[in-house]
Nanobody, 121 residues
Framework: QVQLVESGGGLVQAGGSLRLSCAAS????????MTWFRQAPEKEREFVAA????????EYADSVKGRFTISRDNAKNTVYLQMNNLKPEDTAVYSC??????????????WGQGTQVIVSS
């Protein structure tokens, strides 16, 4: 059973940067597409960024395009989310999810517990 653990969240001022990590254990995620989601208080969970299993294809929400970068290191079984020029509206719990390449885009096999990001103005 694969477990995903996020880290790297915290409190940062607007304009600052954070790098989130999503580390997998109990199995490899090298064959999984990986996605970052976020959920702000009293809001629906929303898509942030996704990366293919090989890392050669990425996708971003319009709200983070140009500021966030998703990447992965399959040798380390870890996915990253580099967040630059953070804004107060980026405040949320960020979670990663793994999707087997054979699954539909909305189906995920594993989820992490999330890491809190707070951006102060």
């Amino acid at each position: 059973q694969v477990q995903l653990v996020e880290s790297g969240g915290g409190l940062v001022q607007a304009g600052g940067s954070l790098r989130l990590s999503c580390a997998a254990s109990g199995g490899t995620v090298s064959n999984y597409a990986m996605t970052w989601f976020r959920q702000a208080p009293e809001k629906e969970r929303e898509f942030v960024a996704a990366i293919s299993s090989s890392g050669d294809s990425t996708e971003y929400a319009d709200s983070v395009k140009g500021r966030f970068t998703i990447s992965r290191d399959n040798a380390k079984n870890t996915v990253y989310l580099q967040m630059n020029n953070l804004k107060p509206e980026d405040t949320a719990v960020y979670s990663c999810a793994a999707r087997d390449v054979g699954r539909a885009p909305w189906e995920f096999d594993y989820w992490g517990q999330g890491t809190q990001v707070i951006v102060s103005s």
